[in-house]
Structures are given as C-alpha cells and as structure tokens.
C-alpha cells in the first residue's frame, strides 16, 4: 500500500512540476514587434507614413538622441517597457522636453519644431 501511495504522489508530483514549467515558458514568451518596431526600441517613421509600416530610425539606448531633417508628420511608437519614455525635445541634446510618450503608445506628431529625443527608464 505504501508503495502505491508512494508511485501516486511521484506520479502527482511530476505532473504538477510539468504544468507549472509549461506555465513559466508560456508567460515568457518575449513580446511583439510593432508596427515594424522591435520590442524594446522606439520608432521613427517616414513622413506621411499612415498607418505606420516600416521604421526609418530606431533607437535602442537611454539618452538623447538628435533629429536631422525630421520635418512634417510622422509616426514616433514607444516600443519599451517597464515604464520607459521618450521625450519630444525642442533643442538638440534633449534640452527643452515639451511631451512624452508612454511606454506602448505612439503619437502622430510634427517634428518640424522637435530636434532631439530623450529616453529614460521611466517617469521620474
């Protein structure tokens, strides 16, 4: 009897440990490109790209990040995640931040009046 009751809570056993690890690789699956975006990034695209298709500038690293001839309309996605943000700047070095765009949102924005991007983590 002890040994059925043994192979019984093994085989109980075994099966939790198994649902529980398809469980944990499931909730890790890494998350989407967007729009062409990768996960992780933030994105420029060309002007009078509606809907946003294909990224012309991608942006990986925390800092600022200086604008050449982005003038019109243009889509800017926040690709990032735990809270990170991208900040629409006035002047170059990412001096002067007007907006932000959260984490898993975009803006369809003129950037004719904005020179740089700042990301950083998160809200300060």
């Known amino acids: 009897m002890r040994t059925m009751l043994r192979r019984a809570t093994a085989l109980a056993l075994a099966t939790l440990t198994a649902t529980a690890v398809a469980t944990a690789t499931a909730q890790a699956k890494p998350a989407d490109d967007w729009a062409g975006?990768?996960?992780?990034?933030?994105c420029i695209y060309p002007q009078n790209q509606n809907p946003a298709i294909s990224p012309s500038h991608i942006y990986w690293t925390y800092g600022a990040h200086n604008?050449?001839?982005?003038?019109?309309?243009?889509?800017?996605?926040?690709?990032q995640y735990d809270g990170a943000v991208v900040e629409l700047c006035l002047s170059y070095n990412a001096n002067d931040c007007t907006s932000s765009i959260p984490a898993g949102h975009g803006e369809y924005r003129d950037l004719g009046p904005i020179n740089s991007l700042h990301l950083r983590p998160h809200y300060n």
């Open 37 to 42: 975006c990768p996960y992780g990034a933030v």
């Open 67 to 79: 604008l050449n001839n982005q003038v019109g309309n243009h889509w800017v996605l926040n690709n």
